[in-house]
């Protein structure tokens, strides 16, 4: 029996930077395939080829199946595969980091892990969530006050500028028909911004589950990740949807959504963000200065004194100075 394929893992420079892909995918009610190095959509239609390398996530709607050799190319290729329910209210996700340095998770490790720093990153989150604000030496609690009020009036300020009407915040997870036309919009764009985050946080290879607001679930990084432009960005376009009628609001608001992420290019921002809230330059400490961009493919071994070493050499009688 032959193997599904004999091409070898692409290397991170042969792979397009998360910043530059398309913010997602949405597909359902057909059949992923491979092709070469693209997946294939068939469908009553016919066969859409659609280039794996350039998805930052591939939403599996309802109706869809998947093939292994799929699966094989999204997760070689770093795209995040994000399984969603009816109407987009179940999330499953995975994929493969377009990194191969961990300095990246190292540095979120090192400041989520010291608790006066985790609160400074919860911080500088707020601060870009809410420009104008001064969240210097706010507490927890603050910064927990300062989001609901500044959601409210988001939500208020967006049901002005577009006419819908809205009551307050509601969210039914085993009906999503239950809730009104801007809270379905607003369903079915925290979904997609997840999904968007997942794909970032993957593929810059840092830990979903070490978050600095959110804390005790699996993608805790992701929701605080996919959190800083919900109101610049998945709430606007949810109140756009809505505003076009009660009809179809899910999928009216994925479209507005990607549209809004790919013209105010969020995925680049994405990255520089969590590289600046994680103070990461592109260099570990006791490596000499040694740089880990994504490029970086090389395995050390730690030593004394944070001291790094070549991988692959057997230190048994020389000296590692």
Same mark, same amino acid.
């Given at each position: 029996m032959t193997t599904v394929s004999k091409r070898g893992t692409s290397s991170p420079r042969e792979l397009n930077r998360v910043g530059d892909r398309l913010s997602f995918v949405y597909l359902e009610r057909c059949t992923v395939h491979r092709d070469d190095n693209a997946i294939t959509a068939t469908d009553a239609d016919g066969v859409t080829h659609i280039p794996s390398a350039t998805i930052g996530a591939?939403?599996?709607?309802?109706?869809?199946?998947?093939?292994?050799?799929?699966?094989?190319?999204?997760?070689?290729?770093?795209?995040?595969?994000?399984?969603?329910?009816?109407?987009?209210?179940?999330?499953?996700a995975g994929g493969r980091a377009l990194t191969r340095s961990s300095?990246?998770?190292?540095?979120?490790?090192?400041?989520?892990?010291?608790?006066? +720093?985790?609160?400074?990153?919860?911080?500088?989150?707020?601060?870009?969530?809410?420009?104008?604000?001064?969240?210097?030496?706010?507490?927890?609690?603050?910064?927990? +006050?300062?989001?609901?009020?500044?959601?409210?009036e988001c939500y208020r300020r967006e049901s002005a500028r577009t006419g819908v009407p809205w009551k307050r915040r509601e969210y039914h997870r085993d009906d999503f028909s239950a809730g009104d036309a801007p809270n379905q919009g607003v369903t079915a764009a925290a979904q997609c911004m997840y999904g968007v985050a997942h794909a970032v946080v993957a593929a810059l290879g840092c830990s979903p589950g070490l978050g600095f607001v959110h804390s005790g679930h699996e993608r805790s990084f992701v929701l605080d990740v996919a959190d800083l432009y919900k109101t610049?960005?998945?709430?606007?376009?949810?109140?756009?949807?809505?505003?076009?009628?009660?009809?179809?609001?899910? +999928?009216?608001?994925?479209?507005?959504?990607?549209?809004?992420?790919?013209?105010?290019?969020?995925?680049?921002?994405?990255?520089?963000?969590?590289?600046?809230?994680?103070?990461?330059?592109?260099?570990?400490?006791?490596?000499?200065?040694?740089?880990?961009?994504?490029?970086s493919d090389r395995m050390t071994l730690q030593s004394d004194g944070d001291v790094h070493v070549s991988g692959g050499r057997n230190y048994g009688d020389e000296p590692i100075w």
């Open positions: 591939l939403l599996l709607g309802p109706g869809t199946r998947v093939t292994h050799p799929a699966m094989s190319v999204l997760g070689e290729c770093g795209a995040a595969a994000v399984w969603v329910g009816e109407h987009g209210v179940r999330f499953y300095g990246l998770v190292e540095a979120q490790a090192m400041a989520w892990a010291d608790r006066r +720093s985790r609160l400074e990153v919860a911080r500088a989150m707020y601060r870009l969530r809410f420009p104008g604000e001064d969240t210097a030496g706010r507490t927890r609690q603050q910064l927990l +006050s300062m989001e609901g009020r500044r959601l409210k610049e960005v998945a709430i606007p376009a949810a109140f756009d949807a809505a505003a076009e009628g009660v009809e179809d609001v899910a +999928s009216r608001t994925r479209r507005a959504l990607r549209d809004r992420i790919n013209k105010t290019g969020l995925l680049d921002r994405c990255v520089r963000d969590i590289k600046a809230l994680l103070d990461y330059d592109g260099t570990r400490e006791g490596q000499a200065g040694a740089e880990e961009g994504p490029d």
